[in-house]
Every structure is written in structure tokens, then in C-alpha cells.
């Protein structure tokens, strides 16, 4: 077995018995001192959600979901901008994968608290935009886990990060200097984000990219990318990478329509549960 995963921030908090720090409606159905685990969520179009109407979720997942909370530093949307809520479709472009990741990661854990922190943005690359020293998205992640955090520290709430899920790369793989350092720039990637969270041993699961067969996916050094991604789990693990391919996707581009995210995001759920040992080991590409 291959026991790499992907991108997405386990944080565990203490509430308060009075349940001040994400809201009462968190709690339902877990005890008063149980932990809350939240996950980071980071990445392109695809962490995004672009195409994935809302009617294509099942009914049980288009209502909020109280216990399970969700910060989102995402494009307008009807979803409040920067601040805890119930986990819900709403967002930039519908919905995400954290709709049925958080619900896989909630129905495996009933007696914690679970969140979600998710900081995406479409048509981004790794070599500049996510660069840990100099990139505007790695920044803004930065700042809105930080900011998502302090929220829990102001109400005297403790955390442990413990867990991250990353889904990007389809940029990088336009360009074949950005393709070949890819292998380089998410190890360094990686380093960081442990380093900058204080999570040395922070588990994390890779999507890997999927170019399709859609009017717009003719990527030319694709395979150099999902390469990398594969390469870099192997070596660490407490990584590991998904298989997306296959996935339906939207007629043009490499974007997962409805039913593709909603797949994509139990997979990732099944990885992010292996690793912590809450599910069958799961072998990397296994669907």
C-alpha cells in the first residue's frame, strides 16, 4: 500500500460546554466536550466548484448541514464571506467537493465537531500564484487559516491542525518549465504549509489532475504533472494521491461537472479517513 494523501487542514477544538465558539447547532448529536476536527481545503477550479448547480446534490446535502461548519474565503456568493456557518452549497459556483467530504469525515466521526476551512481560486498555478515566499494565494490561505483559527482562540477554544486535502495542478501542466519543477514546488509546498501551521506530521491528500476529454482539455505536459503529484506521495507516508480520472466532467475544460464533485469529494473523504485510520486502507488511485 501507498500511504500517501492530499490537501486539507485537521484542526481538533475544545468548545466550551456552552458551545460559544461555532454555535450550538455544531453540537447536535455530539457530546458537550467532544473534539471538532476541521479540515483545510485548498486548490484551483476544481477545490472551487465551477458548473455544479446546486440540483445536482441529493436533497439531503442542498440544506445546511448543523454539524458541520464551514469557513470559506471564496467570491461573492450567498454564502457570508470569512465566517463560520453550517455547511452548505452556496458558494462562488454552487458547490464544491467539502460538501460530501465534510459529510463523509461527520458520518465517521459522530461523537466530534467537525469544520472545514477552504481557500480556493481558479486558474491558478503553484510556481507563482501558490508559491510559499512570494504568491498572493499562498498568502491569502495563509491569512485565512490564521484568521480562522484566532476565531477559535478569542472564544478560549484550543486546536490541533491535523489534516489537509490539495486540488490543483491543471495550470501548471499548460506550461512544461512550470510542469517539470512541479515535483520540486509541491514538496516545497508541503514543507511549508507544516512548517508555517507548526504541523510536521500534518497528513494530506492530492487530487490528482484529470485532463479529460472535454472541448478545452488538450493539456500538454499533463502526464509531467500527474507524475509529479504520484512521486511526491510515494515518498512521504502520510500522503496520499486520488484517482479522479474518469470523473464526468463539463463539456469543455477540465472542470468536474455536479456529479463528478460530488465523487470527487467522497473519494478525497475516503483517503482523508484511511489515513487516520478510520476506514479500510485505501491503495492510492483506488475509487
Not at 454539524?67 to 452548505?88: H, I, T
Not at 509541491?186 to 489532475?209: C, E, K, Y
Not at 503529484?229 to 510515494?234: G, L
Amino acid at each position: 500500500m501507498n500511504d500517501s494523501i492530499s490537501f486539507l487542514v485537521l484542526a481538533t477544538v475544545l468548545l466550551r460546554p456552552c458551545c460559544a465558539v461555532l454555535g450550538d447547532e455544531l453540537v447536535r448529536g455530539a457530546s458537550s466536550t467532544a473534539k471538532v476536527t476541521v479540515y483545510l481545503l485548498a486548490g484551483q477550479s476544481n477545490m472551487v466548484g465551477s458548473g455544479t448547480p446546486i440540483k445536482d446534490l441529493p436533497a439531503a446535502l442542498r440544506a445546511p448541514q448543523s454539524d458541520v461548519r464551514f469557513y470559506y474565503a471564496g467570491c461573492p456568493g450567498k454564502l457570508k464571506k470569512n465566517a463560520w456557518v453550517s455547511l452548505q452549497p452556496g458558494g462562488s459556483f454552487d458547490f464544491g467537493p467539502e460538501i460530501t467530504f465534510g459529510r463523509g469525515i461527520a458520518d465517521s466521526l459522530p461523537q466530534e465537531r467537525i469544520a472545514l476551512i477552504k481557500y480556493a481560486t481558479g486558474n491558478t498555478n503553484l510556481a507563482e500564484n501558490w508559491n510559499p515566499d512570494t504568491g498572493p494565494m499562498y498568502q491569502g490561505f495563509k491569512s485565512t487559516v490564521e484568521a480562522a483559527l484566532k476565531s477559535l482562540v478569542d472564544r478560549e477554544a484550543k486546536y490541533q491542525i491535523a489534516g489537509m486535502v490539495w486540488m490543483q495542478g491543471e495550470s501548471d501542466a499548460y506550461f512544461e518549465k512550470m510542469a517539470m519543477q512541479y515535483e520540486t514546488h509541491l514538496t516545497n509546498f508541503i514543507a511549508r504549509v507544516r512548517h508555517d501551521f507548526n504541523t510536521p506530521q500534518l497528513p494530506l491528500v492530492i487530487g490528482r489532475i484529470f485532463p479529460g476529454s472535454g472541448t478545452s482539455s488538450n493539456i500538454p505536459f499533463a502526464k509531467t504533472v500527474r507524475a509529479a503529484q504520484v512521486a511526491v506521495a510515494e515518498r512521504d507516508s502520510r500522503i496520499v494521491w486520488v484517482d479522479l480520472d474518469g470523473l464526468p466532467q463539463q463539456d469543455a475544460g477540465v472542470e468536474f461537472n455536479g456529479p463528478g464533485t460530488i465523487e470527487m469529494g467522497r473519494r478525497f473523504a475516503a483517503a482523508m479517513k484511511a489515513l487516520h485510520g478510520l476506514a479500510d486502507q485505501l491503495r492510492p488511485g483506488n475509487k
